[in-house]
């Protein structure tokens, strides 16, 4: 049993947070709307699998990089952080391009005249 698959999703995890906290991109600009982003996107996306793996379309393959733990049938451990990570840097990049928009539009905030 191997931790290194696991391993790159919790520093590329971290590098996320990073990126939020340093721009407040997303969590750190409102955590609650975040959080339940999030939850509704993994929840979508595991639902998806689950659709996927019940279809006969998605399956689990041997990896020796993979801790081989699995939360259901065909799904390892880590697809959660994998789907953890891919809805967090949907969100990190709503956040910044929300950003760079507001930057490059000083006024939109004031309305149409």
Same mark, same amino acid.
């Given at each position: 049993?191997t931790?290194v698959?696991l *391993?790159? =999703?919790l520093i590329? $995890? #971290? *590098?996320? !947070? $990073? =990126? %939020?906290?340093? /721009?407040? $991109?997303s969590f750190w &600009? %409102?955590? &609650?709307?975040? #959080?339940i982003a999030v939850?509704v996107g !993994?929840? /979508? =996306? =595991?639902?998806?699998?689950v659709?996927?793996v #019940?279809?006969g379309?998605?399956?689990r393959? @041997?990896?020796s990089?993979?801790t081989g733990?699995v939360?259901a049938? @065909?799904i390892?451990i880590?697809?959660?952080? /994998?789907?953890?990570?891919l809805?967090?840097v949907t969100?990190?990049v /709503? *956040?910044?391009?929300?950003?760079?928009? @507001?930057?490059? %539009?000083p006024? +939109? +905030?004031? *309305?149409a005249?």
């Amino acid at each position: 049993m191997t931790f290194v698959y696991l *391993g790159a =999703l919790l520093i590329s $995890l #971290a *590098g996320m !947070i $990073l =990126l %939020d906290r340093r /721009f407040r $991109l997303s969590f750190w &600009r %409102d955590a &609650r709307r975040s #959080a339940i982003a999030v939850v509704v996107g !993994i929840a /979508f =996306l =595991l639902a998806w699998d689950v659709a996927g793996v #019940a279809n006969g379309i998605f399956f689990r393959g @041997e990896s020796s990089w993979m801790t081989g733990v699995v939360v259901a049938p @065909e799904i390892p451990i880590e697809e959660l952080f /994998f789907l953890s990570l891919l809805s967090y840097v949907t969100l990190n990049v /709503f *956040g910044a391009a929300q950003k760079v928009t @507001e930057k490059k %539009d000083p006024d +939109s +905030s004031k *309305g149409a005249a």
